[in-house]
């Protein structure tokens, strides 16, 4: 995490860092983002929870919350955690008004550039801005948006220029760009700049690889081998016999599924590491359980480890072939997975 907050600084050029940590720090835990994310700049979440809990542990920084509030209530629970909302709507905006007196929030006022999911509309952004900058319980400290294509290319392009367009004269810090938009656009990051999967060592892109970006894998999924079958030609594995033994070849069973957060949906040929040699997945993924085929590594016996996804077998190898996206490998691990914290 350490290694690729650096990374993402260097490309900031100057530009300030929120880290993204909602959804427990994309499955990594907030207490190990807590620990790798110390020199950011700021942390950018969803859950008013966990932004608690970060303040009993310690994070005196910036917290931004980029769905800003669900209800009332969380006005009062920003302004005693010192959190900063952000603004996308007009139901948001009038919960700010009818509060007449407490301690000063500080917003950020978000603009919609074409994704169409939160954020003011172009004609209604001046409106929204001097509304908030008339309220006396009310610090407005930026303006954002964010970016539907920035993994294409170009694809930031058309909303960055209409983001400036609509905040010319609008005296405000601004927050830009995402991951994508972070490792390839050169102009325009804006004064901060938000990046989430990048963090965590993950691709943004389809198709070019996290360690081409210089990024690390933060998270290793292992379990090991906990049984081995020798398989003659014609056998079949696993439920719906999916798989066939094309000749004779030795099978592992290792002790991962998908109630550990493994994709059910990756089929054979998906990657995996036994004892640090690159194999595949065959048969189909259970419960609790998964086949490999052992021909590449015929040493590995039961013990052997096994890495899911990690340094050797990328994530978003494993996501492209589930036919998702690491991120939501990520954030699917399940609880009764054992977390340990290495570094």
């Given at each position: 995490?350490?290694?690729?907050?650096?990374?993402?600084?260097?490309?900031?050029?100057?530009?300030?860092?929120?880290?993204?940590?909602?959804?427990?720090?994309?499955?990594?835990?907030?207490?190990?983002?807590?620990?790798?994310?110390?020199?950011?700049?700021?942390?950018?979440?969803?859950?008013?929870?966990?932004?608690?809990?970060?303040?009993?542990?310690?994070?005196?920084?910036?917290?931004?919350?980029?769905?800003?509030?669900?209800?009332?209530?969380?006005?009062?629970?920003?302004?005693?955690?010192?959190?900063?909302?952000?603004?996308?709507?007009?139901?948001?905006?009038?919960?700010?008004?009818?509060?007449?007196?407490?301690?000063?929030?500080?917003?950020?006022?978000?603009?919609?550039?074409g994704m169409n999911r939160l954020g003011f509309q172009p004609a209604m952004v001046r409106q929204a801005y001097a509304r908030l900058t008339a309220l006396p319980t009310v610090q407005l400290r930026g303006l954002l948006t964010h970016f539907a294509d920035a993994d294409l290319p170009g694809g930031a392009d058309a909303a960055r220029a209409r983001f400036l367009e609509l905040v010319t004269g609008l005296p405000q810090e601004s927050s830009l760009a995402n991951s994508a938009a972070l490792i390839d656009q050169c102009h325009g990051r804006g004064d901060w700049v938000r990046p989430g999967v990048a963090l965590y060592?993950?691709?943004?892109?389809?198709?070019?690889?996290?360690?081409?970006?210089?990024?690390?894998?933060?998270?290793?999924?292992?379990?090991?081998?906990?049984?081995?079958?020798?398989?003659?030609?014609?056998?079949?594995?696993?439920?719906?016999?999916?798989?066939?033994?094309?000749?004779?070849?030795?099978?592992?069973?290792?002790?991962?599924?998908?109630?550990?957060?493994?994709?059910?949906?990756?089929?054979?040929?998906?990657?995996?590491?036994?004892?640090?040699?690159?194999?595949?997945?065959?048969?189909?993924?259970?419960?609790?359980?998964?086949?490999?085929?052992?021909?590449?590594?015929?040493?590995?016996?039961?013990?052997?480890?096994?890495?899911?996804?990690?340094?050797?077998?990328?994530?978003?190898?494993?996501?492209?072939?589930?036919?998702?996206?690491?991120?939501?490998?990520?954030?699917?691990?399940?609880?009764?997975?054992?977390?340990?914290?290495?570094?």
């Amino acid at each position: 995490m350490q290694h690729n907050l650096e990374l993402a600084r260097r490309r900031a050029a100057g530009a300030r860092i929120w880290a993204v940590v909602k959804a427990n720090a994309y499955g990594h835990g907030l207490a190990h983002a807590l620990r790798g994310f110390a020199l950011a700049d700021g942390l950018a979440m969803v859950e008013f929870d966990q932004a608690r809990w970060l303040r009993e542990s310690g994070w005196a920084g910036r917290i931004l919350m980029l769905e800003g509030a669900f209800e009332p209530v969380d006005l009062d629970e920003a302004a005693a955690l010192g959190l900063e909302l952000v603004v996308h709507c007009e139901q948001q905006l009038g919960w700010l008004e009818a509060r007449s007196r407490g301690p000063v929030i500080a917003v950020q006022l978000k603009l919609n550039t074409g994704m169409n999911r939160l954020g003011f509309q172009p004609a209604m952004v001046r409106q929204a801005y001097a509304r908030l900058t008339a309220l006396p319980t009310v610090q407005l400290r930026g303006l954002l948006t964010h970016f539907a294509d920035a993994d294409l290319p170009g694809g930031a392009d058309a909303a960055r220029a209409r983001f400036l367009e609509l905040v010319t004269g609008l005296p405000q810090e601004s927050s830009l760009a995402n991951s994508a938009a972070l490792i390839d656009q050169c102009h325009g990051r804006g004064d901060w700049v938000r990046p989430g999967v990048a963090l965590y060592g993950a691709s943004p892109f389809a198709g070019r690889s996290a360690a081409g970006l210089g990024l690390r894998a933060a998270m290793t999924l292992a379990s090991r081998l906990i049984g081995v079958q020798q398989l003659q030609a014609g056998d079949r594995v696993g439920y719906g016999s999916t798989f066939t033994a094309p000749a004779p070849m030795r099978i592992g069973v290792a002790a991962c599924g998908y109630a550990d957060g493994y994709p059910r949906r990756a089929s054979t040929g998906t990657p995996v590491a036994v004892a640090g040699v690159r194999t595949r997945v065959v048969g189909r993924v259970s419960m609790d359980m998964l086949t490999v085929d052992l021909t590449p590594v015929p040493q590995a016996d039961v013990g052997a480890e096994v890495e899911l996804w990690g340094e050797t077998v990328p994530i978003d190898e494993v996501a492209a072939a589930a036919g998702t996206i690491g991120y939501e490998l990520m954030c699917a691990l399940a609880p009764r997975v054992r977390v340990e914290a290495i570094g």
